[in-house]
């Protein structure tokens, strides 16, 4: 695979909004250490994320020291929100699961209220060693666990591939929405120095010290349509990899991970292709 390497990082501490990019990040069974262990839910427990509400792409959440989050957006006074006592947990309904989590205070829920227009409440994952098994057979296996992201503990997308895929829009019938960044796709590591769409064919990969399973090739949904600094959507990429990644009823981009052993990713980390 020649020099391919770990080119970027991605924790997004509250799930849809926009995140971090830190140099490293601790590798946790569930994902990178921080990474969507808060979501919102509506009134009826549902989680709310930019499939419903584009605007999460223009509210920004980093991380504080002892788990908290600090959420921000244009034109708004900031909110630091700190990880609740683990007393009572409410249910939230994630894609039809049921997911026990606890809610932050009232000042949280005020500010993501204002920031969306509709009622919502922002909930915490207290414990991601017990709450949420990946549960997407045979993809995953018994034992392991996820936090709030969609379905697998990290997502691994590659430069190349996203190069391909913005050659791949610029040729179609409507190109004035290449190039897209990496950010419409919201993944947790980067890898370049790869040929476009060699991770299709990857089952184990090391990253630095590291060790993951290449669980599944990632479908992607409307939010990849999503501006992530304006919150407007358009066609793509969905209208091309219709086209030219579609495997079934899924459209691809990307793969899904997970970690087989823990440590430490940094940027510059070599990646190595075990299987």
């Not at 809610?103 to 991601?128: N, Q």
């Amino acid at each position: 695979m020649g020099n391919a390497e770990l080119h970027s990082i991605h924790v997004h501490p509250v799930k849809a909004f926009r995140g971090q990019a830190p140099r490293e990040a601790l590798v946790e069974p569930w994902g990178l250490a921080g990474d969507r262990r808060w979501a919102l839910i509506d009134a009826e427990g549902k989680v709310v994320t930019q499939r419903q509400q584009p605007r999460l792409a223009l509210a920004a959440a980093a991380l504080v020291p002892g788990g908290g989050v600090r959420l921000s957006a244009a034109g708004r006074e900031p909110v630091t929100v700190a990880v609740p006592e683990p007393t009572d947990t409410t249910p939230m309904n994630f894609f039809g699961t049921k997911v026990e989590a606890v809610l932050a205070d009232d000042a949280a829920h005020a500010w993501c209220s204002v920031h969306l227009g509709i009622d919502v409440r922002l909930v915490h994952l207290d414990d991601p060693a017990t709450r949420r098994p990946i549960g997407d057979p045979p993809h995953s296996r018994a034992g392991e666990m996820v936090s709030l992201a969609d379905r697998f503990p990290l997502l691994l997308a590659t430069s190349a591939s996203l190069d391909a895929l913005n050659s791949l829009i610029a040729q179609g019938d409507h190109p004035g929405e290449a190039p897209l960044p990496m950010n419409r796709f919201r993944p947790n590591v980067v890898v370049a120095g790869t040929a476009a769409w060699a991770e299709d064919d990857w089952s184990r990969i090391s990253i630095g010290e590291v060790t993951f399973r290449v669980a599944k090739m990632c479908g992607r949904c409307v939010v990849t349509t999503t501006d992530q600094d304006t919150a407007e959507r358009g066609r793509e990429p969905l209208r091309t990899l219709g086209r030219h990644r579609r495997i079934g009823d899924r459209l691809i981009f990307g793969q899904d991970l997970v970690p087989e052993t823990l440590g430490t990713v940094r940027i510059g980390d070599a990646v190595t292709v075990l299987g």
